[in-house]
């Protein structure tokens, strides 16, 4: 899937997205006229279903997003659409595969997208490239870190080979190298990546974008790791202000950064508001469905949580 880009304007992006799904549900259900059903001819192309899929993606709805995404790439097959279809329904099934946890299916996915990636466009298109960030994350997920820095540095080269080091469009790149230099434990890199690409964010996109304040709320995560409480405090308030202007207040799209934030209260032994932002995080998750996601949110609110002097007493969990 390509990487995200965040529109200035939330109403114009969220009207898109909803017409898009509007035309999509319209398109797989019958239509009805003097009460009787009336079967539509022709099922909706790969692309449109593609389309659909990608609108469930953008909030977070993988689950919804599967069966559109999976379709899309079984009717590419069956309608012998271009390798350049079949490979934008590979690479979006890998990030999907990826999200949902279904990480073998998703390398496998991934690389497959990229081989035919590899045939249909030049040795150095950026869409390669993203592909291979895709690969970087999956990997990462598994933990297979060297594989992962591999795929991220030839996405790198492929980058550079038409843009410069300080090019917008390297931002996406920069912060794939601060999340895996992060899982690695590497922290005084990770921070040096995020200082570079949240400054070329800030010129780009501006303090109050949407893209801005999930960066934030990563580099918050990583000065976590370094008990750096009152600059991921400083940055992780920021983050949550602009993403609840985003979302609304009780998305679940925000619960990673309300976790951030229960942290650095907690550290702060502000206990009480830790453990509501952990409930509030996890319910919103598990109302959601996704069970692989809520499992990943509880083991670090569990985390989280395990900092607790001996006479306080935490809020009941929110069940499994």
């Known amino acids: 899937m390509a990487r995200k880009e965040y529109p200035n304007n939330t109403s114009r992006k969220n009207r898109t997205l909803l017409f898009l799904l509007v035309c999509g549900i319209f398109l797989l259900s019958a239509a009805k006229v003097d009460g009787k059903k009336l079967q539509l001819k022709k099922t909706p192309s790969p692309r449109t279903l593609r389309a659909m899929a990608r609108v469930y993606m953008a909030y977070g709805e993988y689950q919804k997003a599967q069966p559109l995404a999976e379709q899309a790439l079984i009717s590419a097959k069956n309608e012998n659409a271009s390798d350049t279809e079949l490979c934008s329904c590979m690479t979006d099934l890998a990030y999907l595969y990826n999200e949902l946890g279904r990480l073998q299916d998703a390398e496998k996915m991934c ?25 970087c994350s999956i990997y990462q997920a598994q933990g297979r870190y060297q594989k992962a820095k591999d795929a991220l540095n030839r996405a790198v080269t492929i980058m550079l080979d038409s843009h410069r080091e300080n090019d917008k469009a390297m931002i996406p790149f920069k912060v794939a190298f601060a999340k895996l230099l992060t899982a690695e434990g590497d922290f ?51 983050s949550v202000a602009t993403q609840e202007k985003y979302y609304g207040p009780e998305n679940h799209l925000i ?31 598990k109302k959601k469905g996704n069970a692989v996601i809520f499992a990943k949110m509880r083991q670090r609110a569990d985390k989280i949580r395990s900092v607790v002097p001996a006479a306080y007493t935490p809020v009941a969990k929110v069940g499994k």
């Open 111 to 135: 690389i497959m997208g990229l081989r035919l990636q590899e045939k249909v466009y030049y040795e150095n298109h950026p869409y390669i490239a993203h592909t291979l960030t895709n690969l």
């Open 255 to 285: 619960a990673s950064s309300w976790l951030t934030k229960a942290e650095v209260c907690r550290a702060k032994k502000n206990y009480t508001e830790s453990d509501r932002l952990i409930e509030k995080a996890l319910s919103a998750v």
């Open 188 to 238: 005084e890199k990770a921070d040096a990546y995020y200082q570079s690409a949240i400054a070329l964010i800030n010129k780009s996109y501006g303090p109050n974008h949407l893209y801005t304040a999930t960066v934030l709320a990563d580099i918050a995560k990583l000065y976590t790791l370094q008990q750096r409480y009152n600059e991921a405090e400083r940055l992780i308030n920021s």
